[in-house]
């Protein structure tokens, strides 16, 4: 709390402009590109996480795909995993997010504003039908965003397990995955003190379509998270 505190004293003559330009896009969502308004809201964050005392540490860039079209998965931690991830990766992307988020204030018109989709599990078909649009968009070239425990891990650099369903509309496309380990992410905001503090994004090696052509969706899953665990064990103490 501290932190957010501390991010809005020293925001505070941008956020009203901010605010503004939120609202027009939001007017203006049929007249205005995905792109165009994906790079406003990434130059925000951007700006966010230079004034927010954390010390990015950023590795694997280079494993990103040349081609878009692929499945960033991530592991859980928090609210700074979606700036971190902002302010890391630079082509635009899409994500499913939880349904909750959609009643937060001024969150919910951001994630409007760049095409985010909230997705109640306990509803199977709405849930299948965004399923097929993601892997539709993918099969397009887009990129989406989806943390494959559908919740955040509150034991600190600890993981919850990875759903299968996570990956159905990637497998569906025969796209890339981008497994993802986020490490100490958790202390920006969990942590209540505007200290100085390390965060680790690692993008992974991607996962291939012939790689996991013969996996069901739950070994896949698995194997995702052995990835990501891997590389949480080997980096945790970097800092």
Same mark, same amino acid.
């Given at each position: 709390?501290?932190r957010?505190?501390?991010?809005?004293?020293?925001l505070?003559y941008r956020i009203?402009?901010w605010?503004?330009?939120?609202?027009?896009?939001n007017k203006?969502?049929?007249?205005?590109?995905?792109?165009e308004?994906?790079d406003f809201?990434? #130059?925000?964050?951007?700006?966010?996480?230079?004034?927010?005392r954390?010390r990015?540490h950023c590795?694997?860039?280079?494993?990103l795909?040349k081609?878009?079209?692929y499945?960033i998965a991530p592991n859980?931690?928090?609210?700074?995993?979606?700036?971190?991830?902002?302010?890391t990766?630079d082509?635009p992307?899409?994500?499913?997010?939880?349904?909750e988020?959609?009643d937060v204030?001024v969150? #919910?018109?951001v994630?409007?504003m760049i095409e985010?989709?909230a997705m109640?599990?306990?509803?199977?078909r709405?849930?299948?039908?965004?399923? #097929?649009?993601?892997?539709k968009e993918?099969s397009?070239?887009?990129?989406?965003?989806?943390?494959?425990?559908?919740?955040?891990?509150?034991?600190?650099?600890?993981?919850?397990?990875f759903k299968?369903g996570?990956?159905k509309s990637v497998m569906?496309a025969k796209k890339?995955?981008?497994?993802?380990?986020l490490?100490?992410c958790y #202390?920006?905001?969990?942590n209540?003190?505007?200290a100085?503090?390390?965060a680790?994004?690692?993008y992974?090696?991607?996962?291939?379509?012939d790689?996991y052509?013969?996996?069901?969706?739950t070994?896949v899953?698995?194997?995702v998270q052995a990835?990501?665990a891997?590389?949480?064990?080997?980096n945790e103490h970097?800092f």
């Open positions: 709390m501290k957010i505190i501390f991010l809005v004293f020293r505070i009203p402009g605010l503004l330009n939120i609202r027009y896009y203006h969502l049929d007249t205005t590109s995905f792109e308004r994906f809201t990434q #130059k925000l964050i951007r700006k966010v996480n230079e004034k927010s954390v990015i590795y694997g860039k280079e494993n795909p081609e878009q079209g499945l859980h931690q928090g609210l700074f995993d979606a700036l971190i991830l902002f302010g990766h082509k992307f899409k994500a499913i997010v939880k349904e988020l959609m204030f969150l #919910k018109d994630l409007k985010f989709v109640d599990r306990s509803n199977l709405a849930s299948m039908k965004i399923i #097929k649009n993601a892997t993918m397009a070239g887009r990129n989406y965003v989806i943390f494959p425990e559908g919740t955040r891990c509150r034991k600190q650099n600890q993981m919850l397990e299968g996570t990956f569906d890339p995955i981008v497994p993802v380990a490490i100490d #202390k920006v905001f969990d209540n003190t505007i100085p503090v390390d680790q994004i690692h992974l090696e991607p996962i291939y379509y790689e052509k013969d996996m069901n969706s070994e899953a698995s194997y990835r990501i891997k590389c949480i064990a080997e970097r």
